[in-house]
T-cell receptor, first 113, second 113 residues
Framework: AQSVTQLDSQVPVFEEAPVELRCNYS??????LFWYVQYPNQGLQLLLK??????LVESINGFEAEFNKSQTSFHLRKPSVHISDTAEYFC???????????FGAGTTVTVRA | NAGVTQTPKFQVLKTGQSMTLQCAQD?????MYWYRQDPGMGLRLIYY???????DKGEVPNGYNVSRLNKREFSLRLESAAPSQTSVYFC????????????FGQGTRLTVV
């Protein structure tokens, strides 16, 4: 069975500063990895995903994440955040031999002016 | 393009009452999921259905039942609601290949008093 650990529950950050959200996973088989974002009182939206190929994946709004198999990590980064990036971020993993999609506990990002 | 539709959006139940949460998707996806979201615990999988006619338990199935009525619809039933089931419930669906992302509904906020 797979599992996900998000290492930071809350990350306060100033506008235009960089941010990194840490995610580690556990699985005995190959995995697919996802980052989702949830804005207040909304559902979850996909931010980016790693399925195969290049280990660095990017989203259209400036986020990127790097799959590191040796460290079993999939950390999310953005070089310069905006107020509108204030949200909760979830890392998720799906094992290649299973239909389950498992989520971490979430990281709340609060961007301050 | 509705995506994943959940009804109702809000519900208040008394302890011991029963209710069914409805979910429908119009993307021709084979796999569907029910999660509950609680503060600090992320999304926990209640039940999932890999394909029409199959259902499987997730991490927290106790107190819930599901029905995969057809390919489009996946309902979650609380037979005898308890205060511990106060939560936000999300339905999600995925395409028929496991290496794809999930699409989420807007959630049902359930309060059991």
């Amino acid at each position: 069975a797979q599992s996900v650990t998000q290492l930071d529950s809350q990350v306060p950050v100033f506008e235009e500063a960089p941010v990194e959200l840490r995610c580690n996973y556990s699985s005995s088989v190959s995995v697919y990895l996802f980052w989702y974002v949830q804005y207040p009182n909304q559902g979850l939206q996909l931010l980016l995903k790693y399925l195969s190929g290049s280990t660095l994946v990017e989203s259209i709004n400036g986020f990127e994440a790097e799959f590191n198999k040796s460290q079993t990590s999939f950390h999310l980064r953005k070089p310069s955040v905006h107020i509108s990036d204030t949200a909760e971020y979830f890392c998720a993993v799906s094992a290649s031999n299973d239909y389950k999609l498992s989520f971490g506990a979430g990281t709340t990002v609060t961007v301050r002016a | 393009n509705a995506g994943v539709t959940q009804t109702p959006k809000f519900q208040v139940l008394k302890t011991g009452q029963s209710m069914t949460l409805q979910c429908a998707q119009d993307m021709n996806h084979n796999s569907m999921y029910w999660y509950r979201q609680d503060p600090g615990m992320g999304l926990r999988l209640i039940y999932y259905s890999a394909s029409e006619g199959t259902t499987d338990k997730g991490e927290v199935p106790n107190g819930y039942n599901v029905s995969r009525l057809n390919k489009r619809e996946f309902s979650l039933r609380l037979e005898s609601a308890a205060p511990s089931q106060t939560s936000v419930y999300f339905c999600a669906s995925r395409a028929d290949r496991i290496n794809t992302e999930a699409f989420f509904g807007q959630g049902t906020r359930l309060t059991v008093v």
